[in-house]
């Protein structure tokens, strides 16, 4: 069974910084991608990131790109967002989920996704 678990969200100002990490487990995933979505009250989920496991590829939205960095740690099975420079509009749940396509940016590709993790930009 394919497990995700993310933490490290939280309240920051605006201008802060916060580090997520997404825990996985089940699976091999050196042949999969791994991306961050968040979604807003009222919004659709939307991409913020993804990182392909085996070549370390990484894709990001437009606004994130330069704030916002994805990693991965093969060793611990973690993926990992760093998020800088944060805005209010950055406020939503974040949630990693894993995908066995090259879509990187429709949620809808990702079969497996975590509980969530809620950040909260504040003015």
Same mark, same amino acid.
């Given at each position: ?35 961050? #979505?968040?979604? +807003? ?5 939307? #991409?913020?990131? +993804?990182?392909?496991?085996? #070549? ?12 916002? =960095?994805?990693?991965?740690?093969? =060793? ?14 950055? =406020?939503?749940?974040?949630?990693? +989920?894993?995908?066995? =396509? #090259? ?5 809808? +590709? ?14």
């Amino acid at each position: 069974q394919v497990q995700l678990v993310e933490s490290g969200g939280g309240l920051v100002q605006t201008g802060g910084s916060l580090n997520l990490s997404c825990a996985a487990s089940g699976r091999t995933f050196s042949n999969y991608v791994m991306g961050w #979505f968040r979604q +807003a009250p009222g919004k659709e989920r939307e #991409f913020v990131a +993804a990182i392909n496991w085996s #070549f370390d590829s990484t894709y990001y939205a437009d606004s994130v790109k330069g704030r916002f =960095t994805i990693s991965r740690d093969n =060793t611990k099975s973690t993926v990992y967002l760093r998020m800088n420079s944060l805005k209010p509009e950055d =406020t939503a749940v974040y949630y990693c +989920a894993t995908s066995t =396509t #090259f879509i990187y940016r429709n949620y809808r +590709a990702y079969d497996y996704w975590g509980q969530g993790t809620q950040v909260t930009v504040s003015s």
